[in-house]
């Protein structure tokens, strides 16, 4: 089950990835730093029925405190909890956009105990020196405003890449599944540019390059949809 939210409206911390789609629909909007366009915004501007599910997520969410988060979390999950749901993903779009979020997050997660709870995440502020429980698993994304306090803070984090070469040179495993984002051990690993992508950049050839190879470059249609929840 997922919990998505506007993409780059509520990403204090994105950088390299930063865009946004206005809530009604039309071209994105791209950070000033922006090296790519982030896939979820991607998403948005070609598929209205996804922009208003987020949106709506938000607007629900954002006048709330932490406990009142946590709540409306744990009540959309059970009530929305299907036989097969074995993890809950937040923020395959968006991210924590302000502190009482990553609290009520962490309420939920307690909550719902021994399942496992993973994000990815850019507002890397709002998780430090938090009580964070054993079953939820915080990624932090490289490429943001707050690249310096992964080092010390965050065991568990992922950085985009254009090829598998550029991986290797790094040392990082390839995510395609997001296996490395909620196994026990927490692992730094990477994952291939993929979505929209401006034309003339360098992560639109690399796309480009993989598409001709027959290699991968995106998360198709054809995969499963995993249930998102609407709160």
């Known amino acids: 089950m997922i919990l998505s939210l506007p993409a780059g409206h509520t990403c204090p911390g994105a950088k390299d ?16 730093d922006s090296r790519f366009v982030c896939f979820a915004s991607s998403q948005e501007r070609y598929r209205a029925n996804v922009r208003s599910l987020r ?31 074995e993890r809950v993903r937040f923020f395959e779009s968006g991210d924590a956009f302000k502190q009482d ?20 995440t850019k507002a890397l502020p709002f998780w430090i ?17 707050y690249d310096d306090l992964i080092a010390d ?6 950085r985009v890449v254009q090829t ?14 997001d296996h490395y984002a909620y196994q026990d051990e927490p692992v730094h690993f990477a994952h291939l540019v993929h979505g929209w992508q401006p034309k003339g950049t360098g992560a639109q050839a690399a796309i480009n390059h993989r598409r001709a190879a027959g290699q991968f470059t995106g998360y198709g249609a054809s995969k499963p949809h995993r249930n998102p929840i609407a709160c």
């Open 17 to 32: 990835c930063l865009a946004r789609v206005p809530r009604h629909g039309g071209s994105a909007w791209l950070g000033p």
């Open 55 to 85: 949106w709506r997520n938000l607007d629900l969410l954002a006048p709330l405190d932490c406990d009142a988060i946590g709540h409306h979390l744990v009540t959309a999950f059970f009530q929305q909890r299907r036989s097969y749901t």
């Open 101 to 120: 979020m990553a609290g009520g997050i962490i309420l939920f997660a307690h909550s719902v105990k021994p399942l496992i709870v993973y994000l990815y």
């Open 129 to 145: 020196n938090q009580p964070i429980p054993d079953n939820l698993r915080i990624v932090a994304s490289w490429g943001g405003r």
């Open 153 to 158: 803070h965050f065991p568990r984090s992922a």
């Open 164 to 177: 598998e070469a550029e991986a290797r040179s790094l040392g990082l495993h390839l995510d395609f599944d």
